[in-house]
């Protein structure tokens, strides 16, 4: 019997996963929006896009390169509504003088913040996992120091659609793919959660030939690691974050604050994403998943 289950079931029992808040309304009427971002990575620049056609004000658009944000050449004043694109955006504005900060596809946010995420709940990446494999008892996750309030979610998860996860802490890209290497021994699937304390290449890349040496589904965190070989994958549409985005910053420049995050489409626009040729290599089920809602890639 196929486990697939809706997405839009999964994603309406799991809305209690953003526990954050948005920070108080306190812009004026009018008050100018900052938006910051990598330049050149064609999702942030549908976040940014869509953003700027929702926004009831102009914003203005940072954008950095290779050399990373310079916040000691650009001012932004402490009263003005902040939104970021990305886990690096995030980052950059790590001890600057910033009060409203609406975090947009970042793996990791602070308290106190609130936007749409990077990925969806963990329980819908699992439910995925099992619909393409029915018989998948047990997950591998190699995940990194800030991704512990994610892991201990998940193990919730879990334990709620009947599956354990073999868990691995890595502090760094080197101990991240020596964990792989033994989780590959026990066999397991493997998960891969958005991660910045590790990202490497060769992380993803001996993840990639776990699949195709051994065998082992490979779940990544965004669409683009699937068109690079992962076997699947579970994030948002851009657009829809660019929209959510919009939706709170209206909100806060209009003095409205979020006292519900149901009251913003925050899950609205996620995707199933999967590798088709390296799906029919592992013998999974793509119809059940395509029954799902996934787009087989």
Same mark, same amino acid.
Not at 21 to 46: I, W
């Given at each position: 019997?196929s486990?697939?289950?809706?997405l839009?079931l999964?994603?309406t029992?799991?809305?209690a996963w953003a526990e954050s808040?948005v920070p108080?309304?306190r812009?004026?009427?009018?008050?100018e929006?900052?938006l910051?971002?990598r330049?050149?990575?064609?999702?942030?620049?549908?976040v940014?896009?869509?953003?700027?056609?929702r926004?009831?004000?102009?914003?203005?658009?940072?954008?950095?390169?290779e050399e990373?944000?310079?916040?000691h050449?650009t001012?932004i004043?402490?009263?003005?509504?902040?939104?970021?694109v990305?886990q690096?955006?995030?980052d950059?504005?790590a001890?600057?003088?910033?009060?409203r900060?609406?975090?947009?596809?970042a793996?990791?946010t602070?308290?106190?913040?609130l936007?749409?995420?990077?990925?969806?709940?963990?329980?819908?990446?699992l439910?995925?996992?099992m619909?393409?494999?029915?018989?998948?008892k047990v997950?591998?996750?190699?995940?990194?120091p800030r991704?512990?309030?994610?892991?201990?979610?998940?193990?919730?998860a879990?334990?709620? *659609?009947?599956?354990?996860? @073999?868990?691995?802490?890595?502090?760094?890209?080197? +101990? /991240?793919? #020596? $964990?792989?290497?033994k989780? =590959?021994?026990?066999g397991?699937?493997?998960?891969?959660?958005?991660?910045p304390?590790?990202i490497?290449?060769?992380?993803?890349?001996?993840?990639?030939r776990?699949?195709?040496g051994?065998g082992?589904?490979v779940?990544?965190?965004?669409?683009?690691q *699937?068109?690079?070989?992962? @076997?699947l994958?579970?994030?948002?549409?851009?657009r +829809? /974050?660019? #929209? $959510?985005?919009?939706n709170? =910053?209206?909100?806060?420049?209009?003095?409205?604050?979020?006292?519900?995050?149901?009251?913003?489409e925050?899950?609205?626009?996620?995707?199933?994403?999967?590798n088709?040729q390296?799906?029919?290599?592992?013998?999974?089920?793509?119809?059940?998943?395509?029954?799902m809602g996934a787009k087989l890639?």
């Amino acid at each position: 019997m196929s486990r697939a289950i809706p997405l839009a079931l999964v994603l309406t029992a799991s809305i209690a996963w953003a526990e954050s808040r948005v920070p108080d309304a306190r812009a004026a009427r009018g008050g100018e929006v900052v938006l910051v971002k990598r330049a050149g990575v064609t999702a942030y620049e549908e976040v940014s896009e869509e953003f700027g056609e929702r926004c009831r004000v102009r914003a203005r658009v940072i954008s950095f390169g290779e050399e990373g944000f310079a916040s000691h050449r650009t001012r932004i004043g402490a009263g003005e509504v902040v939104v970021t694109v990305g886990q690096e955006a995030l980052d950059s504005l790590a001890g600057m003088d910033v009060q409203r900060v609406i975090p947009t596809l970042a793996f990791h946010t602070p308290a106190g913040m609130l936007g749409p995420p990077a990925a969806p709940p963990p329980e819908l990446i699992l439910r995925v996992l099992m619909t393409a494999r029915p018989n998948i008892k047990v997950v591998g996750v190699v995940y990194g120091p800030r991704t512990e309030a994610l892991i201990e979610t998940a193990r919730r998860a879990g334990a709620k *659609v009947g599956i354990t996860l @073999l868990t691995s802490r890595a502090a760094d890209g080197p +101990a /991240a793919l #020596r $964990a792989l290497v033994k989780l =590959a021994d026990k066999g397991p699937p493997i998960w891969l959660p958005g991660a910045p304390d590790w990202i490497i290449p060769q992380v993803f890349q001996y993840a990639l030939r776990l699949r195709l040496g051994r065998g082992l589904p490979v779940a990544a965190a965004t669409r683009q690691q *699937v068109h690079s070989g992962a @076997l699947l994958a579970v994030d948002f549409n851009p657009r +829809a /974050a660019g #929209r $959510a985005a919009a939706n709170i =910053a209206n909100r806060v420049l209009e003095g409205r604050p979020v006292e519900d995050p149901t009251e913003i489409e925050l899950y609205g626009g996620a995707r199933i994403s999967v590798n088709a040729q390296g799906g029919r290599r592992l013998g999974v089920d793509l119809a059940a998943l395509a029954k799902m809602g996934a787009k087989l890639e």
